[in-house]
């Protein structure tokens, strides 16, 4: 019994380094007002929800910290809730009223560009810039 606790020990350590964890600091500008909250969904590789969260916006900027990331592709993606409804809003035509973004700014010219051009990979703590579309 007592030779089983050091070596649980040592694997937990072993494990720990084996699956190194990052922190993902996103910072999302270009907001044309304060009002409402950024809503930010982070998708691994397979196009399945890693996490999500809600932002506030301060002087036209909104910062979203994801820790404890596994190294791998991720993709993003963000719309402004300017009226706190959830849902982002669009025209009659399909066209966003409110702000999004992908992140590498992976913007396309009828609707956004395919997940592939989303990906971008985390192998360490990373900090990312995007600017949101109106």
């Known amino acids: ?13 072993i494990a720990s380094y084996a699956n190194p964890q990052a922190a993902l600091e996103i910072e999302i500008t270009g907001f044309r007002n304060d009002t409402g909250v950024v809503m930010l969904q982070l998708l691994n590789e397979d196009q399945t929800i890693s996490n999500q969260a809600m932002g506030d916006i301060k002087e036209k900027r909104c910062t979203i910290i994801f820790s404890d990331l596994k190294a791998g592709k991720y993709g993003i993606h963000y719309f402004h809730d ?5 849902i982002m809003e669009k025209n009659i035509l399909g066209i966003p009223t409110e702000g999004y973004g992908f992140s590498n700014n992976a913007y396309g010219m009828f609707g956004p ?3 592939r051009d989303w990906l971008f ?14």
């Open 1 to 13: 019994m007592l030779y089983f606790l050091p070596a649980a020990i040592i694997s937990l350590l």
């Open 82 to 86: 300017e009226n706190m409804n959830g």
């Open 113 to 115: 560009r395919p997940f």
């Open 121 to 134: 990979e985390i192998k360490e703590n990373k900090k990312l810039i995007l600017k949101i579309k109106y």
